[in-house]
T-cell receptor
Framework: SAVISQKPSRDICQRGTSLTIQCQVD?????MFWYRQQPGQSLTLIAT???????TYESGFVIDKFPISRPNLTFSTLTVSNMSPEDSSIYLC?????WGEGANVLTFGAGSRLTVL | GENVEQHPSTLSVQEGDSAVIKCTYS??????FPWYKQELGKGPQLIID?????GEKKDQRIAVTLNKTAKHFSLHITETQPEDSAVYFC????????????FGGGTRLMVKP
């Protein structure tokens, strides 16, 4: 399965600032996703990062708050904009296993733990 | 859309005992059911999965069972060890939702030595 590297692994941020999280995959992948995991909670899909086009956002998430880039098939970034303490979460990058039955088999990065003061 | 309920939210067992975690799903079109293990400070890791064309799958000490009629599936861990302590998430994927995964709320498993 793909190996995913996320940076930063953790950060402490001030209210009102923005932070960009990077996700690097060791192989070309079609589908990349960004998830949020609030403290003690489950995983919620933020958006699908589409290569060469705008990301597809899930209900409750908007591009102005979570802009996403996907310049190629191995890299994506998620920015958390104008942060508030409610944005304190783990942000996870994931990729799917490809086509057919592999399309819904997800591999996750280690996550980026953000604390907003 | 799909809704996945997971129980219990916490589970404490003695080393060597078995642990069972149960999930129910709402969308009868769901056809893929993975289980993820998340250790502290790490991302979720796929440990076993099952598709709707089988009723049970086993991999060493872990097994998953699926009851499509009742729309529930379970994770069974036998001979638990302290290193099994983690948060476990079930998920379901439906063609109606573009094969996207919907996750359960998670179960924190604690294995006491």
């Amino acid at each position: 399965s793909a190996v995913i590297s996320q940076k930063p692994s953790r950060d402490i941020c001030q209210r009102g600032t923005s932070l960009t999280i990077q996700c690097q995959v060791d192989s070309q992948v079609t589908m990349m996703f960004w998830y949020r995991q609030q403290p003690g909670q489950s995983l919620t899909l933020i958006a699908t990062a589409n290569q060469g086009s705008e990301a597809t956002y899930e209900s409750g998430f908007v591009i102005d708050k979570f802009p996403i880039s996907r310049p190629n098939l191995t890299f994506s970034t998620l920015t958390v904009s104008n942060m508030s303490p409610e944005d304190s979460s783990i942000y996870l990058c994931s990729v799917s296993g490809g086509w057919g039955e592999g399309a819904n088999v997800l591999t996750f990065g280690a996550g980026s733990r953000l604390t907003v003061l | 859309g799909e809704n996945v309920e997971q129980h219990p939210s916490t589970l404490s067992v003695q080393e060597g005992d078995s642990a069972v975690i149960k999930c129910t799903y709402s969308d009868s079109a769901s056809n893929y059911f993975p289980w993820y293990k998340q250790e502290l400070g790490k991302g979720p890791q796929l440990i076993i999965d099952i598709r709707s064309n089988v009723g049970e799958k086993k991999d060493q000490r872990i097994a998953v069972t699926l009851n499509k009629t009742a729309k529930h599936f379970s994770l069974h861990i036998t001979e638990t060890q302290p290193e099994d302590s983690a948060v476990y998430f079930c998920a379901a994927s439906s063609r109606n939702a573009g094969n996207m995964l919907t996750f359960g709320g998670g179960t924190r498993l604690m294995v006491k030595p």
